[in-house]
Nanobody, 120 residues
Framework: QVQLVESGGGLVQAGGALRLSCVVSGSILSVNDMGWYRQAPGKQRELVAGITSGGNTNYLESVKGRFTISRDNAKNTVYLQMNSLRAEDTAVYYC??????????????WGRGTQVTVSS
């Protein structure tokens, strides 16, 4: 069973910072693209930041300069450092990854999500 386990969410005041982590657990050969999505109440899920296995990154326009995505390939872990948080960043944040599994091929997997609440 391959899983993504997120951690690091919580309640923070506007202007504060949080760091999210997501680790891939289970039997895999490699991890390809990884990313963080978020979904606020009543809104569609959106890509916040993505990172390729080679380290290329892309960001949602509204988080550029505030959020930084990074990964540790040796630990199969992706991070999202969130600074200068705003009330509008409040959402459930989901980790997503393309993992290569033996006999199965590439599989896209979602984490269960972690709540980030920013108080104004």
């Amino acid at each position: 069973q391959v899983q993504l386990v997120e951690s690091g969410g919580g309640l923070v005041q506007a202007g504060g910072a949080l760091r999210l982590s997501c680790v891939v657990s289970g039997s895999i050969l490699s991890v390809n693209d990884m990313g963080w999505y978020r979904q606020a109440p009543g809104k569609q899920r959106e890509l916040v930041a993505g990172i390729t296995s080679g380290g290329n990154t892309n960001y949602l326009e509204s988080v550029k300069g505030r959020f930084t995505i990074s990964r540790d390939n040796a630990k199969n872990t992706v991070y999202l450092q969130m600074n200068s948080l705003r009330a509008e960043d409040t959402a459930v944040y989901y980790c997503n990854a393309d993992v290569l599994r033996r006999w199965v091929g590439v599989v896209n997997i979602w984490g269960r999500g972690t709540q980030v609440t920013v108080s104004s």
